[in-house]
């Protein structure tokens, strides 16, 4: 099975969503305070801050206060995967698996030289570019 890494919610990302969602409802610290039915304002202080996060109560109520969704109001870091996948849709990245590759060579009994895999890597950068459009190859 393979090991799964899941997403995690930044706190300090989402303290500072929380602040501009609460600031630009023209909501107070002492409104959501009251609205929520704390003692003191030290917890929203504290969310503000990303040093903690809501209970999932106070997300709840923060939500309906605010009149967005409960995930509007947390920022969750995309796992690895998500991210190579956004750097190379958005051509951030060109994707190539070293790895992959040294694999599929070994199934078909290949060593997989250093040069043939540099010659597959360039040909892949190649294709990519050209489907692109940053340049056209003119060659074999």
């Not at 009251?34 to 709840?60: E, I």
């Not at 694999?103 to 997989?112: A, T």
Request: charged share 35%.
């Amino acid at each position: 099975m393979k090991d799964r890494e899941y997403s995690k919610i930044n706190m300090e990302k989402t303290g500072a969503l929380l602040k501009e969602k609460v600031a630009g409802q023209g909501y107070t610290v002492r409104d959501i305070q009251n609205y929520l039915q704390l003692s003191c304002p030290q917890p929203v202080y504290r969310w503000f801050k990303g040093k903690v996060l809501p209970s999932l109560d106070h997300l709840l109520m923060l939500s309906k206060v605010l009149k967005v969704h409960m995930e509007d109001l947390l920022v969750v870091e995309a796992d690895a995967e998500e991210q190579d996948a956004e750097e190379i849709n958005s051509g951030k990245v060109l994707y190539y698996d070293i790895q992959e590759e040294k694999r599929e060579r070994e199934k078909k009994g290949e060593l997989g030289k250093m040069t043939g895999r540099l010659r597959i890597y360039w040909y892949k950068i190649k294709v990519k570019c050209v489907e692109n459009g940053n340049f056209s190859y003119q060659g074999e």
